[in-house]
């Protein structure tokens, strides 16, 4: 490898570097942020959506890796037929993988563990008595960065609660600090 070959490949490495680690620094640090969207159930007794909102809070340790919290709030889900309405809410922890596509707009993807409760058991899971209860969530989402510190999320998550899935779809406003 000639000189210049090998001074211009160093010199790229470096500017590389030194970029990676700038996008780093500003893509680090504490955020939060709220939702509005629709939740969903189509199993069971149950077919319906209802207007659902959500708050959140997390830490980006990096532009591609991050934890979150938060508190979803599914609002009233109507049986099929006769039976009574079921209203369901979520606490979540979970890992975000984020893919950068361009500065401002990127995708993610995040998975965890989530506490659901319901103000009463699922009548169409028999044998079922538990009205709380840990499982699964995960979810998509892209996200559109407007400055440093507010972004635009569009979000669709599944949270399981025993055999039924509750998904839901949002937009989000994130505020990073």
Known sequence: MNKN???????????????????????KGFYAGAGVGQSTVDEGAYDDDDTA????GGYQFNRYFGLEGGYADF???????????????SVYLTA?????ITDNFSAYAKA?????DLDRSIPSIVGNTDDNGTDPTYG??????FTDNVALRGEYSRFEVE???LDLAQIQLRYDF
Request: proline letters at 5%.
């Open 75 to 89: 609002g009233k889900l109507e049986p099929r037929g006769a039976g009574t309405p079921l209203e369901a809410s």
């Open 5 to 27: 070959k090998m001074l211009s490949t160093a010199l790229v490495a470096v500017i590389a570097g030194a970029a990676a680690f700038g996008a780093q620094a500003a893509d």
């Open 53 to 56: 909102f959500s708050v959140f």
């Open 163 to 165: 055999d039924t899935d």
């Open 96 to 100: 975000v993988g984020t893919l950068p």
């Open 112 to 116: 965890g563990v989530q506490r659901w």
């Open 140 to 145: 998509l989402g892209v996200q559109y960065r």
